[in-house]
C-alpha cells in the first residue's frame, strides 16, 4: 500500500482533535467474489491516545450494490464516519470491517 495521493485516493479523515484520528491511507475499486458486483476495499490508519494505540490499520470493505458505477467519495466518507463512532467510544477497531453501501 502507498499514502495517499489526489490521483489515486481521496483525502478522507476524521478526529476529534484530542484522542483520535483516522485517516484513509489508500482505497481501490475490485469485483466482489460472484464477479456481479463491485467492491471498494480501504485500507484506514489510525491512532487511538486512550488505548495507547498508535499507526494501527483497518481494512474495509465496502459493498456496493449492483449497478453502482463505482464508488464514490460518499462510500469512503461514509466508512470514515462509521470507524470514527467507533474509535469516538474508545474502542479499537478490529483488522478488517465490513460495510454495505
Known amino acids: 500500500m502507498r499514502p495517499a495521493t489526489a490521483h489515486r485516493s481521496p483525502l478522507v479523515s476524521r ?6 484520528h483516522v485517516y484513509l491511507e489508500e482505497s ?12 471498494v476495499v480501504a485500507l484506514f490508519r489510525y491512532d487511538l491516545d486512550s488505548a495507547g ?3 494501527e490499520s483497518t481494512l474495509v470493505v465496502i459493498s456496493l450494490a449492483s449497478g453502482e458505477g463505482g464508488a464514490g467519495l460518499s462510500e469512503l466518507e461514509g466508512a470514515a464516519d462509521e470507524l470514527a463512532e467507533i474509535l469516538g467510544s474508545g474502542k479499537s477497531l478490529p483488522r478488517q470491517y465490513a460495510l454495505d453501501s
Open 15 to 20: 478526529s476529534d482533535g484530542k484522542t483520535f
Open 28 to 39: 481501490f475499486i475490485r469485483p466482489d467474489s460472484t464477479h456481479s458486483a463491485s467492491e
Open 53 to 55: 494505540v498508535s499507526g
